[in-house]
């Protein structure tokens, strides 16, 4: 778009006292909105109030300055992953949304040029995988896993860059990521503007989702990390996708806004079941109990989509693990709950000091995760 059109689309959502569903409305009614502005009040009253009439005749405040900063992010793209502000009725923009109760405006995506130039958004192909910020150490290894092998299969992985579960599962999608694919490992929906990213911590993560997938906000450039558009964007990674697969959720949490919203929007819902001792298996236990698909391996999530192009997940996707070691007395006295040095010591009646180097190489073999509080827990896999 040029650069009046850019301003048009910025006056719209920035106008006080117009939010998306009355832009909507005079979009429906006369088109473009440069052709709203162009409107007497009068004209504009068949849609709008009185008062949204005369708020739509205003230049709002920060218009240049926003405009500004919008059209140089867009132009700065030499030698990095393309940018694009999406409009409502632009050929691209992600036709799974507009199926949603409440379509954003605009989209910002960040990613690389091949797929902004064609069908960024394949919804048969998408998958939300959502979970608890502070996960148990078997919950972030599934969300890794499952995020690895389902990419693996096929299919994009949906979800909101935040720190535990989201994190985890962006890097499943990562590390399962091949040169040349035909679709993006994995989509971020972020709750800031794309000028910055949150939790800084993932800056780095941040940059290699734009290279081997996709960043997008609703949001303008310069949001911050306000607390009330964490819930709002969790719409638009229900939405985007076929399904959406809850890791680890505590009663309440964001995860459980995400899967109601995919019901209500009616998306596949699936829950991992985990320990009855763990507040992070909560809030899947309840899913499940409402009528969320358990889901024990990736092979389950694909079999209830029923993708006939979906390929069998790779074992050469998961880590190994020896047979022998599984079986071990070690790893079959922790199970698989978190669990003290002191209940160990009386399951195997093993001493504490070679109890601790058992732990430890079990630890550096990826079995074992040592938790907070002088616990350990078994890793299971995918």
């Not at 150490?137 to 599934?142: F, I, L, R, T």
């Not at 994009?156 to 599962?169: E, F, K, Y």
């Not at 906000?217 to 819930?231: I, K, M, Q, R």
């Amino acid at each position: 778009m040029d650069r009046d059109e850019l301003a048009a689309w910025l006056r719209l959502t920035l106008t006080p006292g117009v939010g998306d569903g009355t832009a909507r409305r005079l979009l429906a009614a006369f088109g473009l909105p440069q052709a709203i502005f162009g409107q007497t009040t009068q004209a504009l009253q068949q849609c709008v109030t009185v008062a949204q009439a005369r708020a739509l005749g205003q230049v709002p405040e920060g218009l240049e300055a926003l405009l500004e900063r919008t059209w140089t992010w867009l132009q700065g793209a030499q030698g990095g992953p393309a940018r694009a502000l999406l409009t409502l009725g632009d050929p691209v923009y992600p036709r799974a949304l507009l199926d949603i109760e409440d379509p954003p405006l605009l989209l910002y995506v960040l990613g690389p040029a091949a797929w902004l130039a064609g069908e960024p958004f394949p919804r048969e192909r998408c998958l939300a995988m959502v979970g608890s910020r502070n996960p148990t150490a078997q919950g972030a290894d599934h969300a890794r896993q499952f995020a690895r092998a389902l990419h693996a299969a096929g299919l994009t992985i949906v979800s909101g860059l935040a720190l535990g579960v989201d994190a985890a599962a962006h890097e499943g999608a990562l590390d399962a990521a091949v040169e040349g694919a035909a679709q993006p490992a994995t989509i971020a929906i972020v709750g800031t503007g794309l000028d910055r990213v949150y939790p800084r911590k993932h800056l780095d993560l941040a940059h290699r989702i734009a290279a081997r997938g996709l960043l997008v906000s609703e949001y303008p450039l310069g949001t911050p990390p306000l607390a009330a558009n964490f819930p709002k964007r969790n719409r638009l990674i229900a939405g985007l996708s076929q399904g959406t697969l809850v890791v680890e959720a505590a009663l309440a949490s964001g995860s459980l806004i995400t899967a109601r919203l995919a019901a209500e929007q009616g998306r596949e819902v699936f829950a991992i079941p985990g320990s009855i001792h763990a507040p992070q298996s909560r809030g899947c236990h309840a899913l499940i109990r409402q009528g969320a698909k358990l889901v024990e391996s990736a092979q389950d999530v694909l079999e209830e989509l029923r993708l006939p192009w979906a390929q069998t997940p790779s074992t050469r996707a998961l880590p190994a693990v020896d047979p022998a070691e599984t079986d071990s007395a070690l790893l079959q006295a922790l199970g698989f709950d978190p669990v003290g040095l002191d209940a160990l010591m009386a399951r195997t009646g093993m001493d504490t000091a070679a109890l601790q180097v058992a732990l430890l190489d079990l630890e550096l073999s990826g079995q074992v995760a040592r938790l907070p509080g002088g616990l350990f827990q078994r890793l299971g896999r995918a």
